[in-house]
């Protein structure tokens, strides 16, 4: 009896404190992932390391935790650790990047996940940057799984595919915002629905140039700035005062199993 009141409370205190994220590297390569706190607390892990293929790692974040994770293709930190040292989604700080700074280099598909809000977990994989690697977040408490899962850079469109390895293979693919903004033209663009476009009556998915190529190919991803009207775009999943929802961001996930 003695040894139950001891246990109780660990559970209670465990509900209400940290969150735990399990990152999957289930691509057959090498990957470096990262993570960026956008607001609330640092999680206990450092915000960049190496993932060999079939492995995970496993953190933990404050409860109230926003941020996003992504993955870095071809790295390389013995020449350089800035945003460089990687072919895509590398960051400033190098292997790891840094916390104020270190948000990646687009294009990269980003898993976004929010545990700050007072009933729900928000999330979404994000292409409105443009697209590296096939991302799913999954969840063990019985909500959707928010996911690109498929290899979107082979098949780009021309004028959007890149970087390109040293075979010439692309490894990324770039949203038309992204293309806009290396032009210097984000400040009124219907592709980022900025200037005459920053509403969502004035910036439809219609407008959006390749809107139906990353949709079509990835319904459940968040593809651009009001994608929200897809309805598939951004995920929540309530809070359970029972036990924390624990998340898992797959990199190169089995798209039969999601
Ligand atoms: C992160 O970047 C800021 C701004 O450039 C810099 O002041 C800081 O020293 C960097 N942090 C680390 C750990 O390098
Ligand atoms: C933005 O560009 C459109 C043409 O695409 C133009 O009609 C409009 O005046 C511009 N708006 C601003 C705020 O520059």
């Not at 390109?164 to 980022?192: E, I, R, T, W, Y």
């Not at 219609?206 to 009207?229: M, Q």
Request: glycine share 10%; hydrophobic share 35%.
């Amino acid at each position: 009896m003695k040894y139950l009141i001891p246990l109780s409370l660990a559970l209670v205190s465990g509900v209400v404190a940290d969150r735990f994220i399990t990152v999957l590297n289930d691509c057959p390569f090498v990957i470096w992932p990262a993570f960026f706190t956008s607001s609330g607390g640092q999680p206990e892990q450092a915000a960049g390391w190496e993932a060999q293929p079939n492995t995970d790692l496993t953190f933990t974040t404050p409860d109230n935790w926003n941020g996003r994770i992504w993955g870095r293709r071809n790295c390389d930190f013995s020449a350089s650790s800035g945003p460089n040292s990687c072919l895509d989604g590398g960051c400033n700080g190098g292997l790891v990047c840094n916390l104020t700074t270190g948000t990646g280099v687009p294009p990269a598909t980003l898993a976004t996940i929010d545990f700050s809000g007072e009933s729900q977990d928000v999330y979404t994989v994000s292409v409105v940057d443009g697209y590296n690697l096939p991302v799913a977040i999954l969840n063990n408490g019985g909500c959707g799984f928010a996911s690109c899962p498929v290899d979107l850079a082979t098949s780009c469109p021309l004028n959007l595919a890149g970087p390109f390895d040293s075979d010439g293979v692309p490894v990324g693919c770039k949203s038309a915002c992204l293309v806009d903004a290396l032009a210097g033209n984000a400040a009124n663009s219907s592709n980022c629905c900025t200037g005459s476009f920053d509403s969502e009556p004035s910036c439809p998915s219609s407008g959006v140039e390749h809107y139906s190529y990353f949709k079509t190919n990835c319904p459940k991803s968040f593809v651009y700035a009001f994608d929200e009207s897809s309805a598939t775009a951004i995920w929540d999943c309530a809070k359970s005062s029972e036990s924390n929802i624990d998340y898992t961001v797959t990199f190169c996930p089995d798209v039969s199993t999601l």
